[in-house]
């Protein structure tokens, strides 16, 4: 019989499939299941129950012994290392656990009796091959690599730091950062293989060789966030350098990327984006930016938008370039009060450029 907490899962009991990791949470019982209860079980189940019981006898067995040597031999001043086993005891592994390719071919291979500082005959060969290119990345790599990022640092404080804090972002986080990834569509997935967008290659150049596309810089955060914490920092200090970092990335990157050979794409890029007007306020042109209408003139500072809903309406594209050409719209129908009551309204631009409702307009029920 096997027992999990209160949980008996014996002979005539259904026992699910469950993964190595949760095999330890098993134990026997007293009660030993006859042969024929056993021929009963389900061959999984029974594979389970022998895979379960083998384990709990492995914890008496003896220590697993080998004396393992390891020779360096230096030819041309290079040096070749060979590795040999020789097993002294089974101990637990009498039990019929497997071993590992690696472990395997280390007992394999039987080494000479040798002397430190002998001279050996050596027969060196060369082969020809072709290397393979690494695999993609699918989004279980790439959260394990944000975990991992910071064991390549040379700083060690900062190393340790990210090994602490698992690297960037949480168990919480990491996921919905590629789920962004996607939606902006710098990122691609198919049959659960990561490729970067030509969107995320801009990206990527434009931030190649900061402190964005280095761990050091969360490494550097999180030392503030602790000095924080004991008061030794404030919380304004810090902001106020993530807001200078910001805005020196911004411009950093701008200028790279207009001199760089992404430059053509990104100017094709903004030509596709449908146009529906001129700006009330620089004269820029007024472009679809998915949920709302935006000023192409964003990145020199003309933050002018348009919605593409607005007071429980929906705004169509015809309603916006009559409105951006006249600064009037005509009666429209179907704005939403809080109560829900429906009314018609028309809209305007005001002198400031702001949308507001046409003033004395009557208002009339659906």
């Not at 029974?46 to 379960?52: G, K, L, M």
């Not at 990327?257 to 820029?284: A, F, L, R």
């Not at 916006?320 to 009666?331: D, F, V, Y």
């Amino acid at each position: 019989m096997l027992r999990k907490a209160h949980v008996r899962c014996g002979a005539g009991e259904n026992l699910k499939i469950i993964s190595k990791s949760y095999l330890s949470l098993f134990i026997p019982t007293k009660k030993v299941p006859t042969q024929k209860a056993l021929e009963k079980l389900p061959s999984i189940q029974r594979e389970i129950y022998f895979t379960i019981l083998k384990r709990t006898m492995a914890m008496f067995e003896t220590d697993y012994k080998y004396d393992e040597t390891t020779v360096t031999v230096e030819i041309k001043g290079l040096p070749f290392t060979s590795k040999g086993r020789i097993v002294l005891d089974q101990g637990w592994r009498k039990l019929e656990y497997p071993a590992s390719k690696k472990t395997d071919k280390v007992e394999d291979n039987e080494l000479p009796l040798l002397q430190k500082n002998e001279t050996v005959e050596t027969a060196l060969k060369t082969s020809e091959g072709f290397t393979s290119p690494p695999k993609l990345y699918t989004e279980g790599t790439l959260i394990t690599a944000m975990k991992t990022c910071g064991k390549d640092l040379e700083n060690v404080e900062e190393k340790e730091i990210l090994k602490a804090t698992e690297g960037i972002g949480t168990e919480a986080t990491r996921a919905n950062v590629l789920e962004t990834l996607k939606k902006q569509h710098y990122i691609d997935v198919q049959k659960n293989n990561v490729t970067v967008t030509p969107k995320g290659k801009i990206l990527c150049q434009a931030v190649e060789n900061t402190l964005l596309s280095s761990p050091e810089m969360t490494a550097k955060w999180e030392t503030y966030l602790k000095k924080i914490k004991k008061e030794e920092g404030t919380q304004e200090a810090f902001l106020a350098t993530i807001q200078k970092f910001i805005h020196h990335t911004l411009d950093s990157s701008g200028k790279i990327i207009e001199n760089s050979d992404w430059s053509p794409t990104i100017k094709s890029m903004n030509h596709t984006h449908k146009t529906v007007g001129k700006c009330p306020i620089c004269e820029q042109m007024i472009i679809d930016k998915g949920k709302f209408y935006g000023c192409s003139g964003y990145s020199n500072g003309c933050t002018f938008t348009l919605p593409k809903r607005y007071v429980g309406k929906t705004l169509s594209e015809a309603t916006i370039k009559k409105l951006l050409l006249t600064k009037e719209t005509q009666l429209l129908k179907g704005f939403k009060k809080k109560t829900g009551q429906t009314f018609s309204a028309a809209l305007i631009l005001n002198e400031e450029s702001k949308l507001l409702f046409k003033p004395y307009e009557k208002v009339e029920k659906d």
